[in-house]
């Protein structure tokens, strides 16, 4: 599975942005997707997880009621819709693919590129 992800700019702070994520390989409908962020000089973090079928999905508590993750398996596409934007979101934002529900970063199997989301304050 190889991994695109866009959508990320420069925002004030509340405000809205939403990545996207377009995978490539056959297996894109069986692996969760996962999001995840790292701001400069910290760990890549948690953010949001979604099943294979979209039926789960968690959500890292700093983030919950502000994010949502969906996906759209015919278009191999995984979305973070992002709102009520705080500068403390500000990281580089990647996505991820994995072949079991995990948190960990390390259990994920195929990562993107990463896309910048910057909000001002």
């Known amino acids: 599975v190889q991994l695109q992800a866009s959508g990320g700019g420069l925002v004030q702070a509340g405000g809205s942005l939403r990545l996207s994520c377009a995978a490539s390989?056959?297996?894109?409908?069986?692996?969760?997707m996962g999001w995840f962020r790292q701001a400069p000089g910290k760990e890549r973090d948690f953010v949001a997880i979604?099943?294979?079928?979209?039926?789960?999905?968690s959500y890292a508590d700093s983030v919950k009621g502000r994010f949502t993750i969906s996906r759209d398996n015919a278009k191999n596409m995984v979305y973070l819709q992002m709102n009520s934007l705080k500068p403390e979101d500000t990281a580089l934002y990647y996505c991820?693919?994995?072949?079991?529900?995990?948190?960990?970063?390390?259990?994920?199997?195929?990562w993107g590129q990463g896309t910048l989301v910057t909000v001002s304050s």
């Open positions: 991820a693919a994995a072949n079991l529900f995990t948190l960990v970063p390390g259990q994920y199997d195929y």
């Open positions: 390989g056959r297996t894109f409908g069986n692996n969760v």
């Open positions: 979604i099943s294979w079928n979209g039926d789960t999905t």
